[in-house]
Every structure is written in structure tokens, then in C-alpha cells.
């Protein structure tokens, strides 16, 4: 086949004429990819270290009920989770979770969530325009 790029990184694909912005596209769900599958493990290995769960045990589509976690240990693996992430995880989010798989998305929704609450430079200012005051 007579693949060819040009100076954006857009590939021509044989005779199809012009170029095709789906590279950049690609791109980023390869990212987001990489990120989910970061975020898994780190879910898998404070699930092993809280609950005891086997290795093999831990995959997304297990059930929490699979893994033996009851109501005290959802609280326990909340707070692992939000010292491991450094996030504060709304509880709702974290008792909706029914899969490690909705873990991994719910660790997701608290970073979105608290990165979109405040810019730190803006709560900085905030804080010295009170104190002079």
C-alpha cells in the first residue's frame, strides 16, 4: 500500500484522495487508554492490599460482591483510594460502584471534579485578598 504523511503526521491512505484527521483522534483515545489502564492498576493493587482479593480476582468486570467487599470494607477502600489517587471521592459515586471497572470510573469523576472546582492560583489570590483585608 503507498501510505504517505505529510508535515501534520495526517496519513494519505493509497488512492483515496486528500488527507484524513483521524491520526489526532487516535491519538487521544490511545491516551485516554493508557490512562484508564493506569488507574486500573493502581484500583487493583489498593483492592489487594485492603481486601486481601487474589490477583487474578481483580479484573474490571469483577463485582465488589465477588470480591467479598461489604458495606465496612466500600468505606475502607474509599479512603485507600482517595489517599492513593489524592482525591476526595463523593460518596454516592463510591456506593453506586457496583464493578472495579466503575471504581476506575468513579476515581475519573473525582479528579474531573475537583480539578474543575478551583484554579489554585485563583484560591491563592482569594486567600491573600482576605487576609489583608
Known sequence: MNNKRNL???VHVGNLPGWQAKPALAAGLQAEELRMSETFGRVKKTII???GSAERDVVELATLDDLG???IDI???GMALEDEFAVVIMDEYLFSSATV???VKTIHKSQAH???LADPA???VHS???AGA
Open 8 to 10: 501534520a503526521g495526517m
Open 114 to 116: 475537583y480539578s474543575q
Open 128 to 130: 491573600e485578598g482576605e
Open 49 to 51: 492490599a485492603v481486601i
Open 101 to 103: 471497572g466503575d471504581l
Open 122 to 124: 485563583e484560591v491563592f
Open 75 to 77: 468505606l475502607e477502600l
Open 69 to 71: 467487599v461489604n458495606s
